[in-house]
């Protein structure tokens, strides 16, 4: 799968400590080829692999992240500024606004109307759906049954075999009836076909939409691409609406139809259902197509929260054996800055499931501040000094047991043995400067 392919290409990365160390050639090779997997089309994803392979050799990567997670995270960026960055929205000022609907039969022009007009009305608008496709009965049956669904009229003329006439009537119609948007679904044919075309651009002349929105089903891989190459010279449309997201599609069509259109994705799809629908996010879609998930915000967050030169200075007092009571507090609330520790964990690929049940969270470090807090610094440096009425004093400050900071003192002896030990070890020397 997709998944395992980028897995094993972002193998080859870990372990080593700077990208620019590593064959980046190779890595984003491996990219590419996954992109063209998630039907991505090939010239496209040669151009985003070779910005990525200039970022990877260009970017300073900070020693607490692995440059295998980093390389994912450049990946990205990338692929979300490539779909726009941000989410776009829709026109709908207008007295009414009309909402023009094309696209091939079957992507989905229908169920999106609906869904269109639904999520309009929530937002308090006064919505109007108008039936075009004088060659289906069903389909005018369909938006009447949606449009009952979710308490929107529906304009239809069945006996009428114009579809300029019906749409500009509905625009009328709207106007009387103090409408102030008009969702028009169109006429699809099951492949580009010149009649088609003709009459969506004789719609599009006649009632001047403020935003023609192009429905492409996801799962057509290439075929979406093509499709919206040719609806789009016709009608120079606005927006995109990807559907049909919820099956195994891997969305590599939203980046490739983006690419070659220039034009937005404003919608996507997620069911047959009147709530499937959501504003297109490039930065979710990014991750959906590097099958990748959390790993992004994980390492995000880590490079918020971690500071170089703490790390470099932690890192001596180790080696030195002077890991005090200060320094464990400073680590300790490092770690918190990330966020939720069960969020944290939840992020790293595969544990998600085995730790659930785990019981930690950021209140299980506040007796352990507390006892320290309530340490003297003297005590914190040294706490071989820390005898029984010190231990009482500490318990009584920090609103502990005696018992509980004999458990911290304890955990931190161990704690120190163990760095001394690493200390002492014949380390490696490719571990050694990795580490320093
Ligand atoms: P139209 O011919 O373009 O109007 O397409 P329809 O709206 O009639 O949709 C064709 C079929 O796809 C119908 O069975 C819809 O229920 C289904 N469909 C539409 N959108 C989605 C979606 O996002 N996910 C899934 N699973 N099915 C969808």
Redesign the pocket.
């Known amino acids: 799968s997709l998944q395992d392919k980028l897995n094993s290409a972002f193998r080859t990365l870990k372990g080593k400590d700077r990208i620019s160390d590593i064959n980046v050639a190779a890595t984003t090779k491996e990219v590419r080829r996954a992109l063209v997997d998630a039907d991505v089309n090939f010239k496209v994803a040669k151009e985003i692999t070779d910005r990525i392979k200039e970022k990877a050799l260009d970017r300073k990567i900070l020693i607490s992240v692995e440059p295998g997670q980093m390389f994912v995270k450049i990946v990205q960026e990338e692929l979300t500024e490539l779909m726009g960055g941000t989410a776009e929205s829709i026109d709908i000022k207008g007295d009414p606004a009309v909402v023009l609907i094309a ?13 269109l007009a639904s999520m309009l009305k929530k937002q308090g608008r006064n919505v109007l759906l108008t039936a075009c ?1 004088i060659y ?1 009965p069903a ?1 005018i049956e ?1 938006l009447k049954v949606l449009g009952e669904q979710i308490g929107v009229e529906v304009y239809s003329e069945p006996e009428n075999k114009n579809a300029v006439e019906i749409a500009t009537n509905a625009i009328a119609h709207a106007r009387k009836t103090n409408k102030k948007i008009v969702i028009v ?1 169109t006429a ?1 044919r099951l492949a580009v076909d010149e009649v088609m075309m003709q009459e969506v651009e004789d719609i599009k002349k006649a009632v001047k939409p403020t935003e023609i929105l192009f ?1 492409v ?1 996801s799962m057509t891989g290439q075929d979406a691409v093509n499709t919206a190459k040719t609806f789009n010279e016709r009608l120079n449309f606005d927006g995109v609406v990807l ?5 195994d599609s891997r969305g590599g069509a939203a980046l490739s139809i983006r690419q070659v259109v220039e034009k937005p994705i404003k919608f ?5 259902k009147m709530e ?2 959501d504003a297109f996010h490039p930065d979710r879609m990014a991750s959906r197509i590097l099958g990748m998930g959390d790993v992004v915000s994980l390492v995000e967050r880590a490079q918020q929260a971690f500071d170089e030169d703490e790390a470099k200075r932690i890192n001596a007092k180790m080696r030195a054996n002077k890991f005090d009571f200060d320094d464990f507090l400073g680590q300790l609330q490092q770690i918190k800055k990330m966020g939720n520790i069960k969020d944290l964990v939840g992020m790293i690929p595969g544990m998600g499931n085995a730790m659930k049940d785990l019981d930690v969270d950021n209140d299980s470090f506040k007796p352990i501040e507390a006892i320290i807090q309530s340490m003297t610094k003297k005590e914190r440096e040294t706490p071989t000094i820390i005898d029984g009425s010190r231990k009482k004093r500490i318990a009584n400050g920090s609103g502990t047991s005696v018992q509980e900071v004999n458990n911290l003192l304890k955990q931190f002896d161990e704690m120190r043995k163990m760095m001394k030990k690493m200390n002492t070890m014949q380390m490696p020397a490719a571990i050694k400067s990795a580490v320093r």
């Open positions: 696209g091939l039969q079957g992507s989905g022009k229908t169920t999106f109307s609906g869904k496709d289906r389909a369909q679904d699809g429905v089903d559907t049909k997201l919820d099956g996507i799809s997620t069911g047959e499937a629908l």
